[in-house]
């Protein structure tokens, strides 16, 4: 068995590719020249590199070259452009369907991790299943669904499409700004903070994503992956303040005002080229009444549950930032 990884030096690639080794699983990974590799740098003698990237139908072909399974973690969650997320997120994956079937003949299986944001926002009341009728609401959210789309019709092997939650633990920047805000003692809760929300620990996601590879039950079907505990907005950031030993100062504010800011954010944006978590597209997500889903298909189908609280992660997360710098 060997094991093609995409996105190995990103957030949560690094953290499947850390469990692939630790499984003793011979990897592959699949990085630009040009790739922040700061997360990954120890792990890089223990891999075999092939350079390319999604975006190059035939680097992923090479790429391919011995490999059994895939996991296709690549991907944009954030972008100056809306064009970006469907040229990476989608064409990007339909390369990799195309160059899975050329090879079809040695490899068995690819791994698609995709977001709970191709599915619909859901409360604990209704939440979402997999089987449910998607509804994105935002064009990142779309642009997965289309990628899903891209393996469901496309792909002439097996294949597993996985949905993870919002994901945070160690080595993420988007959750870190809540963090940041606790420590600045400003935490503001929009729409008084009633969001509800089904979490993921990182490294629960790559255990999850590792156990699919090769477990019967998972092919050729789409699973949710997230932590059975569902959490408010406003719960999730006094957690954070608890662990972190901060008073906050927590004004609700209107989520009408969520537009001006996204609109404010875009334009900081355009001026430094770097894309923000506010902006118009996520705006529809942020002003949702919850996006919880539903993880029974995982426990009772691959018997895997998400076992870290979230007090757990996020003290180890907190852990992490503090002994990395990121965090006084």
Not at 266 to 288: F, G, H, M, N, W
Request: hydrophobic residues 40%; positive net charge.
């Amino acid at each position: 068995m060997k094991v093609l990884l995409t996105g190995a030096n990103g957030f949560v690639g690094s953290h499947i590719l850390e469990c692939l080794l630790a499984k003793g699983l011979a990897t592959v990974v699949l990085l630009r020249p040009q790739s922040d590799r700061r997360f990954i740098a120890p792990l890089l003698a223990r891999v075999e590199v092939r350079e390319g990237s999604v975006t190059q139908p035939d680097r992923l072909r090479s790429a391919l070259r011995e490999v059994t399974h895939v996991v296709h973690c690549a991907g944009k969650t954030k972008s100056v452009r809306v064009g970006e997320f469907y040229e990476i997120n989608q064409l990007g994956t339909r390369h990799m369907v195309e160059a899975v079937n050329a090879c079809r003949d040695s490899v068995r299986r690819l791994v698609q991790v995709s977001s709970l944001a191709a599915s619909r926002p859901a409360t604990s009341g209704a939440p979402a299943r997999e089987d449910d009728s998607p509804s994105p609401v935002s064009e990142y959210g779309k642009s997965k669904l289309a990628a899903e789309e891209e393996v469901r019709r496309g792909c002439q092997t097996e294949f597993v499409i996985l949905r993870p939650a919002a994901v945070y633990g160690p080595r993420d920047s988007d959750f870190f700004t809540i963090f940041k805000a606790v420590q600045a003692h400003f935490c503001p809760r929009f729409g008084g903070g009633r969001q509800q929300l089904s979490l993921v620990f990182v490294r629960d996601l790559a255990e999850a994503i590792v156990a699919c590879l090769t477990h019967p039950a998972a092919a050729n079907r789409t699973h949710h992956v997230a932590s059975p505990e569902v959490v408010t907005a406003r719960q999730l950031t006094q957690q954070i303040a608890e662990l972190m030993s901060q008073w906050t100062f927590s004004p609700p504010v209107p989520v009408a005002l969520l537009w001006p800011m996204c609109l404010l954010a875009d334009a900081v944006t355009r001026l430094t080229c770097r894309p923000r978590i506010l902006s118009r597209q996520k705006y529809p997500e942020l002003r949702a009444s919850g996006w919880v889903c539903d993880v029974t298909r995982l426990r009772d189908e691959i018997g895997f549950t998400c076992a870290t609280s979230l007090r757990q992660g996020l003290a180890e997360t907190m852990r992490w930032y503090r002994e990395n710098g990121w965090l006084s």
